[in-house]
């Protein structure tokens, strides 16, 4: 146990493996948890008491689609009432304009809502769903209409990096504060879209310059970072291992990131067996890479290493096979060469179940 351990500042609470939509670049486990599985309302309540008792800050509600969740009112309500800022991440489908209004009333906090691209149809068979598009205008201006703030989510890849102008434009004109750009991640589901999702170093460059021109005067915050696939410089996955996010499955299992179940040899520890202060404190999935000292070289002399920590395990393991190996996207591993490999042209999506 490390002696000056903080509380996490966020638990992302995944309520759901359900989602009426298909992205390509889900980043969901391959074999989703069953509805059967699922924590019951009561379960998820006692962990927000206890989130809030250790020190969390800020609820994330996400899935799969939380809405697919009867009890999500009552959920928000609980959360809002143990002091907790929620925030729902949702794709929009599933939320009505009184379901909307109770969320509201029931404390909810903010919204960040996903959209797939500016242009409806593109949209909609990223989607993977008819009519996606259009539900996420009228729920933009539903959530707005509720008096909640609206974070537009934006995940970019080779389809719809053309037109990130225009997304950011929509997202505006949906009445966002604030507009959140993500470069597709490749683990779960994305990772069998990789080469029809990978967008070429230039189309990837030109979106950087792009928001660089356009923040300033965009009306709207813009957070974007340079994708994975062109930086010489890893980020510090979720802040960190097991430093600042406990992200819960549907069943409760409590990972230290949304792809930590890809490591072999890792230990999850669940919300049924154990209280989230202990999962935080002793599970030995969220020791395995905390702070620096499990770093091998070159991590372990470099300046940056409180900085990244590392960057990411399950990238590591992804493309060197071993999760405790420096980020390839760092320019000190050798293997930075497998980051980007070369765009394959591959234009048709696998969707999950079809
Ligand atoms: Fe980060 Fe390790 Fe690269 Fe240093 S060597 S920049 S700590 S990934
Ligand atoms: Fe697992 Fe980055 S996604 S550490």
């Given at each position: 146990m490390i002696e000056d351990l903080q509380p996490p500042l966020g638990l992302l609470a995944?309520?759901?493996?359900?989602?009426?939509l298909a992205c390509p670049?889900?980043?969901?486990?391959l074999m989703l948890e069953h509805r059967s599985d699922e924590l019951d309302t009561a379960t998820w309540c006692r962990v927000f008491d206890q989130a809030a008792a250790l020190g969390v800050l800020q609820l994330h509600l996400s899935g799969?689609?939380?809405?697919?969740?009867?009890d999500l009112v009552d959920l928000v309500a609980h959360a809002a009432r143990a002091g907790l800022y929620t925030n729902l991440i949702t794709s929009g489908l599933g939320l009505a304009a009184a379901r909307i209004d109770a969320l509201a009333a029931a404390g909810l906090d903010h919204v960040q809502l996903s959209i797939q691209d500016a242009d409806d149809p593109s949209a909609d068979r990223i989607a993977g769903r008819q009519g996606a598009a259009r539900t996420k205008r009228r729920v933009a201006a539903d959530v707005v209409a509720a008096g909640l703030p609206l974070t537009v989510n934006l995940v970019v890849h080779r389809a719809n990096l053309p037109r990130l102008a225009e997304m950011i434009a929509l997202a505006r004109e949906m009445g966002a504060g604030r507009v959140e750009i993500a470069h597709a991640q490749y683990h779960g589901w994305a990772a069998v879209n990789r080469a029809a999702l990978l967008p070429d170093r230039q189309a990837a460059l030109d979106a950087v310059r792009l928001v660089e021109r356009l923040a300033?005067?965009?009306g709207i915050a813009v957070d974007h970072v340079v994708p994975d696939q062109f930086a010489d410089t890893p980020k510090p996955c979720m802040g960190g291992w097991g430093r600042r996010v406990i992200n819960l499955t549907p069943s409760g299992r409590a990972l230290p990131c949304h792809a930590a179940e890809t490591i072999p040899g890792l230990t999850f520890w669940s919300v049924r067996d154990h209280a989230l202060d202990r999962i935080w404190a002793e599970s030995p999935a969220f020791r395995r890479?905390?702070?620096?000292?499990w770093m091998p070289e070159p991590c372990r002399s470099c300046d940056r290493r409180s900085v990244d920590?590392?960057?990411?395990r399950c990238q590591a393991l992804a493309l060197t096979g071993d999760a405790a190996a420096t980020d390839p996207v760092c320019h000190r591993s050798p293997h930075h060469h497998r980051v980007a490999p070369p765009p394959r042209p591959v234009e048709s999506y696998v969707y999950r179940g079809r």
């Open positions: 995944e309520l759901t493996h359900r989602c009426p670049y889900c980043s969901n486990p799969g689609e939380p809405a697919a969740r009867p300033p005067g965009a890479f905390r702070g620096t000292a920590f590392g960057g990411c």
